[in-house]
């Protein structure tokens, strides 16, 4: 740790390298952020991307617009709301800016950059112990489910990328797969491929071929089928916004697989940090703002033009998965029912 993760790592130099997530798996290669506005257009046009990371690459760009602005002021300021407003749904961003801006605030114009660099690598440190808890926690409740079912091995279906691409340094969905991996557990994972960007196609499979975990990539509508086949023992997926009531955003699909695991019986997890948490809102179906991306997402795959030239595309990022879908929330804290009172006792302790 100490700003070196597995994602992105702070050289000596101050400058922040990062994976290019656009194009793995079939080239890893690494972009050199030296800025704020680097930081921006790094989140913007998802060279980096996931919940927890996206915050911690935020909490870099408010560290590096204080090394451009020389302390809190109006630039300092302009800057910190550029990065806040990057992405919409996320609330890891927001949460990461705000606690920058607050420790700014009360530093001095001499410290301030020394302290925010400070407070930068313990926000990203910290997300690494929150991923280790999670993954203790979400191991325990696979082991329950082998033990009730009297099985030997599980297969788990996962959904976008929740690992340590998304969130340092275990992730989130797969931190508890590769504590399962470490603890001897047979485990397989079906992989929703997660059109139009493909992040389970190409950035889940190739974390799990990275650990080598079993897994096997599927089409994005096949996780209903498997669920009615008795082929999937349990869903876990990350999300980017969790409301105080439960309801939870993800990536576009995670609704439909909260549906089909509720009609087959399948238990159906959302992993997160607390951070992901946004209290404020009560009702995540009408409240979380969810991000329209550009169409060409949806039109186009590897250049090549899929759809029609006229038709129109409608590109959303984001569903949310109402409360009563979710059989509970796995986080560092621990893990609670998705509903008011046991998320205010989770924050009560």
């Known amino acids: 740790m100490n700003g070196k993760y597995k994602a992105f790592w702070l ?19 690494t972009v050199i952020l030296k800025s704020s506005d680097d930081c921006i257009e790094a989140i913007k046009n998802m060279t980096i991307r996931g919940a927890g990371v996206i915050g911690n ?41 705000d606690k920058m801006v607050q420790v700014a605030q009360k530093t001095t114009k001499d410290n301030i950059v020394k302290r925010l660099k ?26 329950n489910i082998m033990k009730k079912k009297q099985k030997t091995s599980i297969n788990v279906l996962t ?18 797969i590769y504590e399962a991996k470490r603890r001897g557990i047979d485990i397989h994972v079906w992989v929703d491929e997660t059109r139009p960007r493909n992040q389970g196609a190409n950035l889940t499979a190739w974390e799990l071929e990275q650990s080598n975990i079993k897994h096997t990539v599927i089409v994005d509508n096949v996780g209903g089928h498997l669920m009615q086949n008795d082929q999937v023992d349990v869903c876990i997926t990350g999300a980017d916004r969790v409301a105080s009531n439960g309801d939870s955003a993800n990536k576009i699909g995670t609704y439909l697989k909260a549906l089909a695991a509720y009609d087959n019986n399948i238990p159906f997890y959302i992993a997160l940090p ?50 009563k879908l979710i059989t509970a929330l796995i986080t560092e804290k621990g893990v609670c029912k998705a509903n008011f009172q046991s998320i205010k006792e989770l924050f009560d302790d």
């Open 11 to 29: 050289h000596d130099n101050e400058t922040l390298e990062v994976i290019d997530q656009r194009v793995l798996p079939f080239e890893k290669k």
């Open 57 to 97: 690459i935020a909490a870099f760009g408010v560290y590096f617009a204080a090394k451009e602005s020389g302390g809190y002021d109006e630039v300092f300021e302009k800057k910190a709301k550029l990065i806040k407003k990057s992405r919409p749904t996320a609330v890891n961003l927001m949460w990461a800016v």
């Open 118 to 143: 400070k407070e930068a690598i313990s926000i990203s440190d910290e997300d690494c112990i929150r991923s280790k808890k999670i993954a203790n926690y979400g191991a325990d409740i696979f082991e």
């Open 159 to 176: 959904h976008c990328n929740a690992g340590w691409l998304a969130i340092v340094d275990d992730g989130s969905a797969l931190a508890p």
């Open 274 to 323: 607390t951070s992901t948490f946004d209290l404020g809102i009560k009702n995540g179906l009408h409240d979380i703002p969810i991000e329209i991306r550009d169409e060409n997402e949806v039109r186009f795959i590897n250049n090549t033009q899929i759809i029609p030239t006229n038709s129109p595309v409608l590109n959303v990022g984001f569903d949310v998965t109402p409360a």
